[in-house]
Every structure is written in C-alpha cells, then in structure tokens.
C-alpha cells in the first residue's frame, strides 16, 4: 500500500504542476496557481502519516518505509526547485519569458554544483531524520536494520554529490577559445505572487 501511494503521490506532484502552470500561464490567474502548488507538500504529509500508521499498527520496517522517508526527504528538498525548473520552461515558451540557462563552465558551473550537492544533501538529511524517528518509535532490536541501511544509503548518496561539486571547484569545465558564457537575460515577465510565494 506505501509503494501505491508513493507512485499516487507522484503523479499527482506532476499534476498539481500542470494545473498549478496551466493556471498561471493560461488561465492567468496567479493567485489560484500558487494556492494549488503550495498544496504539493501536503502528498509529503499524508505519506508520512500513512508510514506512521503502518508502524504503529505493528508492521515490520521494511524496505518501503525506507523509501517513504527517502520520497518525502527528496520532494522536500528539491520540490521548489523543480517547481522553478518548470515554469522557467513554461514561462520561456508560452509567455515571452527568458530561455533558461544553466552555466556550463568555470566558477558559474561550480556554484551550480555545490546548489545542487546542497538540495541533494537537505533531502538526504531529511530523509536520514526521518528514518531515525522510526527507528526509535519500533524501538525492537535487530527489527530495524534495514532502516539503518537506508540511512547508510543517504550519506553514500551526500558523499558522492560532495565529490561531483568539488571536482567543478577543483578541475572547472573551461570554455571553448573565442566563446564566453552569457549571463542569462533579465525577466520580461511579471510572474506576481508565484515567484513570491514559491
């Protein structure tokens, strides 16, 4: 039953997006898209509570537990970037907004990195947090290993986001000679409360 709900809950992350964007760009209205994309953390919730009473009720942590927390830690923490990754996209095709860009090399490239170790790393502590609180609340010897291994699972995933940022910072992706990277143009669409609130 988790793992049903971790596949509804993520389709209906793409759908509250669809229709959070749709609302936006084509129905123009702003304020509606915002309220039904701040409903997406609410699937996260409703996991949560869900694994919480699979526990409670007596079920052995297993494997979909574990991914349970590893979902709601990683839609936590790169939810809002993806959100922003979509309706860049989104704006850029459908309401004159400029292309997104994302920097290719040199220092611009490395700063990229070290974001995305961040998000990555967020989710992973979050998901670490999470796996820890069930561990406690069973609180049965030897019954929570494979929570354990999730975690384990987190700071290999930490550790090789780490070294994926640190060889831009070390080892920078150079430009091709004669071609210089652009910064990415200023927004000529106002996107009101949707920027604001997300």
Same mark, same amino acid.
């Given at each position: 039953?988790i793992?049903?709900?971790i596949?509804v &809950?993520?389709v209906?992350?793409?759908?509250l997006?669809?229709v959070?964007?749709?609302?936006r760009y084509w129905?123009? =209205?702003?304020r509606a898209?915002?309220?039904v994309?701040?409903c997406?953390?609410?699937?996260e919730?409703l996991?949560?509570?869900?694994a919480?009473?699979?526990?409670?009720?007596?079920?052995e942590p297993?494997? =979909?537990?574990?991914i349970?927390?590893?979902y709601?830690?990683?839609?936590l923490a790169?939810?809002?970037?993806l959100?922003?990754?979509?309706?860049?996209r989104?704006?850029h =095709?459908f309401?004159?907004?400029?292309?997104?860009s994302?920097p290719?090399?040199?220092?611009?490239?490395?700063?990229?990195?070290?974001?995305?170790a961040a998000r990555?790393?967020v989710?992973?502590?979050i998901?670490?947090?999470?796996?820890? &609180?069930a561990?406690?609340?069973?609180g049965?010897?030897?019954a929570?290993?494979?929570?354990?291994d999730w975690?384990?699972?987190?700071?290999?995933?930490i550790g090789i986001?780490?070294?994926?940022?640190?060889s831009y910072?070390?080892f920078?992706?150079?430009a091709?000679?004669? =071609?210089?990277e652009?910064?990415?143009?200023a927004?000529?669409?106002?996107r009101?409360?949707f920027?604001?609130?997300?």
């Amino acid at each position: 039953m988790i793992v049903t709900l971790i596949v509804v &809950c993520e389709v209906a992350f793409w759908v509250l997006l669809a229709v959070g964007l749709a609302l936006r760009y084509w129905a123009k =209205r702003p304020r509606a898209s915002v309220v039904v994309l701040l409903c997406e953390p609410l699937l996260e919730v409703l996991l949560f509570v869900i694994a919480a009473i699979d526990l409670k009720n007596g079920a052995e942590p297993g494997p =979909r537990h574990g991914i349970a927390a590893v979902y709601i830690g990683f839609s936590l923490a790169l939810g809002p970037s993806l959100v922003r990754w979509a309706d860049a996209r989104v704006a850029h =095709r459908f309401a004159g907004g400029p292309p997104p860009s994302t920097p290719r090399y040199g220092w611009p490239r490395a700063v990229h990195e070290w974001r995305v170790a961040a998000r990555w790393t967020v989710g992973s502590l979050i998901a670490m947090a999470l796996l820890q &609180c069930a561990i406690w609340y069973v609180g049965r010897a030897g019954a929570t290993q494979v929570l354990s291994d999730w975690q384990r699972g987190m700071l290999y995933l930490i550790g090789i986001n780490l070294v994926i940022a640190l060889s831009y910072t070390f080892f920078p992706k150079k430009a091709p000679a004669g =071609r210089t990277e652009q910064p990415p143009p200023a927004p000529t669409v106002d996107r009101g409360p949707f920027d604001k609130r997300l």
